[in-house]
């Protein structure tokens, strides 16, 4: 629990729901208060009681009404954990849901190893200056194949601004990226999809606010109508040797070892590296620092469809 928390995203158009869960584990009420921001400054705020050992929930879409663009700050007199859910017809055509524990604190860097800009894929960048002055952030588009595309955003203060990667770094891309402000903020990526042309859905990630030499991810799958890819993003100057650690339900460690390109992505497909159709946990050791994104798409049971993706577990992590 923290009492302080932050939110880049967040959309109120047609089509989109979105919602604030509050929890209070603690056992004196709590007064939270909300500020919303949008491109233009302070939108609206408002405060809640959330009793000892409850939750609330806010609609956000009530809160500051219909086609708003919006970050939020989120502060407490108590510590308190907060989640943003969002349920979407995107277009009009693309049905999903997508769910964010958000930051405690902003960061200069943030990192985001996944990312793909070919058909049916459509990616955003959400930022969040929560300071007083104009906030300059430099994003770096790091491709696949090495090439590094450098854009920038002038983010005003207390405002959010929206990057469409798909138009700024390019079509068919498998990238990640890096956000460089010169000033802390606050970054989320979202991506709204027609995977395989099937599995219709949309994902958010806060991202990392640092590589790491060790990821871990305790969630994978590789049955039936079930793609789990892995994203490393290595951001540094120098090619890094890496392991990749498959643990099955079996009881099986399967282990890969490759080289990640300096300054590019590389995506494996897990599905392609395990013999069997089964739950799998993953790890990722790097001689070097990286960052890891795990995206899963998938037709549940056959019948829902949809995906979703996670930021790995790296010791000494800050939320």
């Not at 793909?116 to 007083?132: I, S």
């Not at 590019?264 to 897990?270: D, H, N, Q, S, V």
Request: aromatic share 12%; charged share 20%.
């Amino acid at each position: 629990p923290s009492r302080t928390w932050y939110f880049a995203e967040g959309y109120t158009g047609a089509g989109f729901e979105e919602w604030l869960c509050l929890l209070n584990p603690g056992e004196v009420e709590a007064l939270v208060n909300v500020e919303y921001f949008s491109g233009g400054g302070l939108l609206a705020e408002e405060s809640v009681l959330v009793p000892p050992r409850k939750r609330r929930t806010l609609f956000v879409n009530d809160s500051v009404g219909p086609d708003q663009e919006v970050s939020m700050r989120v502060t407490a007199d108590r510590p308190v954990v907060v989640e943003r859910p969002m349920y979407f017809l995107y277009g009009n055509k693309w049905a999903g849901g997508h769910v964010s524990s958000g930051t405690n604190q902003p960061s200069r860097n943030w990192y985001f190893a996944e990312g793909y800009t070919g058909a049916g894929f459509e990616e955003w960048l959400c930022l969040f200056n929560p300071g007083p002055e104009i906030n300059r952030a430099v994003i770096t588009y790091q491709i696949s194949d090495g090439t590094n595309v450098i854009d920038e955003e002038l983010i005003p203060p207390y405002s959010r601004r929206t990057v469409n990667v798909n138009r700024r770094a390019g079509n068919e891309l498998h990238l990640s990226l890096t956000v460089e402000g010169d000033a802390p903020l606050v970054a989320e990526r979202a991506i709204y999809h027609d995977f395989n042309k099937g599995y219709r859905g949309g994902d958010v990630s806060t991202g990392s606010k640092s590589p790491s030499r060790h990821w871990y991810f305790a969630e994978g799958y590789t049955g039936s109508d079930f793609h789990n890819y892995l994203c490393i993003q290595n951001p540094g100057p120098e090619n890094v040797d890496a392991e990749v650690w498959i643990y099955t339900e079996g009881g099986e460690l399967l282990r890969e070892s490759l080289v990640l390109p300096a300054l590019a992505r590389t995506t494996l497909y897990l599905n392609s590296m395990v013999p069997y159709q089964e739950g799998i946990s993953v790890s990722v050791h790097a001689g070097g620092e990286v960052v890891v994104e795990r995206p899963v798409y998938f037709r549940y049971l056959g019948t829902w469809a949809g995906g979703h993706v996670c930021v790995g577990y790296a010791p000494g992590m800050e939320r």
